[in-house]
């Protein structure tokens, strides 16, 4: 999968979950203060993440996860 | 989506611990009412329970122009979920075999109910031992059963079966505790610890789920007319009963009709809360 079919996914599915206009879903973008999203929020985007791309996330990979780019680099690195 | 005031029907419900007792009562109830119930069981069905579901299946069939509901299982295929529903009738119980002390089990039931009826939107964590004996005389396997199957058991099902939940932003979860939580109960340190861990559960849930219009409640049912006194002795029964203010045991449906309301849409208010159906027994813990 190319670089931007995999942002493009991710960027998907952050839309669907956090209900975001899709121009917002850049990677400089904050879950928490662009996005607007709850920690919960999150658990749902892991989980959406996982079943788009089939794989599968551990608990202590998240830290640290806190913009889009950061996400989309966790992806990438799992495929 | 769902505002307050939304009814819901044709919901799915899964009861654990459905067999007998307090579980199976559940199950009729919520049956009557027309959600689909899927039971968890991990002993061998009682006959008198499979009795009973088959006559009520087949009320249910009459009601919904004599679909058989328990063909569904093999004509859907896993994945199918939102349309599901529509092809199993309302009001159908089937019954499923899972040990909550095994992720597989647990895995495979929630397959199943996900494939019949689409997701499961109410469930009723019932599933619970005994093995009573004083602390001095406890050995580990009697404590680790008991945690594993009334505390952690609950812990597993809920982490698989709240995901859809949470998706679909609707669920009513109810916890089964018991009033020793509260009280204490002589030779039950094991039993008491795991019931009221489920409190604590079941609050943190509330707070962590709210915000999805989930409800999570807990019930706290007193002496309840069930297989599990039996083991008590008619004396201690006796003594027992003695402290209860109606006087009387509970049956089995006085408790399902207080979780049927708590997962009911009427009760879209109630969440984290800990209602004792307990005769007022500990009234005031």
């Known amino acids: 999968m190319s670089d931007d079919a995999i942002f493009e996914k991710l960027s998907q599915c952050a839309v669907d979950v956090l209900q975001v206009p899709p121009d917002k879903v850049v990677k400089e973008a904050r879950f928490s203060d662009d996005l607007d999203a709850d920690s919960l929020d999150l658990v749902e985007l892991v ?33 | 989506m769902t505002g307050g005031n939304a009814t819901h029907t044709n919901r799915t419900a899964l009861v654990t611990g459905g067999s007998r007792g307090i579980g199976l009562a559940t199950a009729i109830a919520l049956a009557h009412r027309g959600d689909n119930v899927v039971i968890a069981h991990r002993s061998e069905l009682p006959v008198s329970t499979q009795d009973l579901i088959n006559s009520l299946n087949s009320v249910s069939s009459v009601h919904t122009g004599g679909k058989p509901q328990l063909e569904v299982s093999k004509a859907s295929a896993p994945g199918t979920t939102p349309g599901a529903a529509q092809v199993a009738a309302p009001g159908a119980i089937v019954a499923v075999q899972c040990d909550v002390r095994s992720d597989n089990d647990i895995s495979s039931l929630f397959d199943r109910v996900e494939a019949e009826f689409g997701y499961a939107s109410i469930i009723v964590a019932n599933a619970g031992i005994v093995a009573d004996t004083l602390l001095l005389r406890m050995g580990q396997p009697a404590w680790d059963d008991v945690i594993d199957t009334n505390l952690t058991g609950v812990f597993r099902i809920l982490k698989r079966g709240v995901r859809p939940m949470v998706r679909k932003r609707y669920g009513k979860v109810v916890l089964v505790s018991s009033v020793a939580a509260f009280l204490g109960s002589p030779g039950q340190a094991n039993y008491a610890s795991a019931k009221a861990g489920l409190v604590g559960m079941g609050r943190s849930l509330a707070r962590e789920l709210a915000g999805r219009n989930i409800n999570v409640n807990i019930v706290a049912p007193g002496i309840v007319d069930t297989g599990m006194i039996s083991a008590l002795g008619e004396a201690k029964l006796k003594e027992l009963v003695g402290s209860v203010p109606l006087g009387r045991m509970a049956s089995p449906e006085e408790i399902a009709h207080v979780i049927a309301f708590l997962t009911s849409d009427d009760a879209s208010y109630v969440t984290g809360a800990v209602i004792p159906v307990d005769g007022g027994m500990a009234m005031g813990l």
């Open chain 1, 47 to 79: 989980m959406a993440l996982e079943e788009a791309f089939g794989i599968s996330v551990d608990e202590s990979e998240l830290d640290g996860i806190e913009t889009v780019g950061e996400a989309y680099d966790l992806v990438k690195s799992k495929l």
